[in-house]
């Protein structure tokens, strides 16, 4: 009889225990699918942090998209000038990905043809770029290369003036098509969806009004153009 009563209660206490542990089982199960915050990360160089802008913090083009996400949300603005793809992968891309990002866009690759880098080492290193990004299950908007036949003079005479030498469309042109083909290659590999800058050239660098004295950079007016481009492909694929 003693024996039979401790065991009763030893079967009771463990069914309490029993009973605890689920009812918080799934509060945590719970909390490990609640819909991640919202997290925005641009990266890019000169261009993504606004260069040309009287107020590069609300004037870029990534503080513009920034202004159709939900309340609460989070945006990190990594553009900065010079920036290539190979300065993005070994800097900016651990900070973005700190940030648990959900969205971002990626406007690399104008400095990367300026400096000489081949279409071949483009293509390795957006590949890794996109693949990590992928990894974190953001969203990716990818721009490509601008048409640089369509490009004003003074557009090569700032990176003239920057990195020495003589540029002119002829030499760069082409090249430019190949880290377009490279992209789209990629970006199809890696989900990202590629927003066709080089088709937009001529709508920007053709307006005097858009481009800032230096010719390479945008003014606000022309960022604003940049986002809206950005946002109505983002828009379509539900993003934004």
Known sequence: MKTSLVTRITHAILALVLLGLSAR???????????????????????????GTDDPATQSYPALLARHLPRGA?????????????????????????????????????????????????????????AALQRSHARVFV??????????????????AVLG???????????????????AAVAARHGATVVDLYAATKGLWGRPELVYSDGMHLTAQGYAIVAHLFYGIMHAHGAL
Request: glycine fraction near 10%; aromatic fraction near 10%; hydrophobic fraction near 40%.
């Open 143 to 160: 721009a490509n290369v601008l048409d640089l036949s369509r490009v004003p003079a003074s557009y090569f005479a700032f990176y003239d």
């Open 25 to 51: 089982v799934p509060v945590q199960a719970a909390g490990q699918h609640h819909a991640a915050r919202p997290v925005y990360v641009a990266l890019g160089a000169s261009w993504t942090a606004g260069d």
């Open 165 to 183: 030498g003589s540029r002119t469309a002829a030499a760069y042109a082409p090249v430019g098509r190949a880290y377009n083909s490279a992209l």
């Open 74 to 130: 989070g945006f990190y603005n990594l553009g900065s000038d010079g920036s290539t793809l190979d300065a993005a992968l070994s800097g900016d891309l651990p900070t973005a990905l700190a940030e648990r990002p959900t969205l971002v866009t990626v406007w690399l690759g104008d400095n990367d043809l300026m400096g000489g880098t081949t279409p071949a080492t483009y293509r390795t290193n957006m590949d890794h770029l996109l």
